[in-house]
């Protein structure tokens, strides 16, 4: 198993363009997340999806949108970007059943907006 | 969701054990204990969760005192690869959102 995987690592946006963080899992997890991690600072909630066709907002949602139409898969896309924007953005899932479980964490995704 | 307190950083003597406190006073009766680390910017890491009874694993113990307000979560013997910011979080049984504070930044010095 690879686990949560992250792509691209790095990536350097000037104002105003756009792009996709992609995400994939291979364990079959239900639920996926996107937390955002600015500088000296705890993760913040962005998004997640307790299933294939279904998303919600997170604590901080404004700027991003998602879509989850597989279950491996959960892309994150930054329409707009702004400096605000600039963060190390990970990705991560669980299996929620009867009892709670962990989270795996991918790698995490370093974008610089310029 | 009840809300953690955690000392901002600590040290540590590699092969020595780290006790690492939690306060959660608030927390309610349907509510977890989980630990997770971050090692130098990675993404993080699992390390264990318990509801009210001590839970071990091949990584750490966690100690839930009786009243369930606070814990300590125990490295028996840390290693310089310990080094890690360490993040006590409280969540509910069916509220998957994890939400971190600012964590404990643990240094383990040989």
């Known amino acids: 198993n690879a686990g949560v995987t992250q792509t691209p690592k790095f990536r350097i946006l000037k104002i105003g363009q756009s792009m996709t963080l992609q995400c994939t899992q291979d364990m079959n997890h239900n639920y996926m997340y996107w937390y955002r991690q600015d500088p000296g600072m705890g993760l913040k909630l962005i998004y997640y999806s307790v299933g294939a066709g279904i998303t919600d907002k997170g604590e901080v949602p404004n700027g991003y949108n998602v879509s989850r139409s597989t279950t491996e898969d959960f892309p994150l896309r930054l329409e707009l970007a702004a400096p605000s924007q600039t963060s190390v953005y990970f990705c991560a899932s669980s299996y929620e059943g009867k009892l709670p479980t962990e989270a795996f964490f991918g790698q995490g995704t370093r974008l610089t907006v310029v | 969701d009840a809300k953690t307190t955690q000392p901002t950083s600590m040290d540590c003597a590699e092969g020595r054990a780290a006790n690492l406190p939690c306060n959660h006073s608030?927390?309610?009766?349907?509510?977890?204990v989980y630990w997770y680390r971050q090692i130098h910017s990675q993404g993080p890491q699992y390390i264990i969760h318990g509801l009210k009874n001590n839970e071990t694993n091949e990584m750490a113990s966690l100690i839930i005192t009786e009243d369930r307000k606070s814990s300590t979560l125990i490295l028996p013997h840390a290693t310089l690869r310990d080094t890690a910011v360490y993040y006590c979080?409280?969540?509910?049984?069916?509220?998957?959102?994890?939400?971190f504070g600012a964590g404990t930044t643990v240094t383990v010095r040989a």
């Open positions: 979080i409280v969540r509910l049984r069916n509220d998957y959102k994890l939400s």
């Open positions: 608030t927390i309610s009766g349907n509510e977890y």
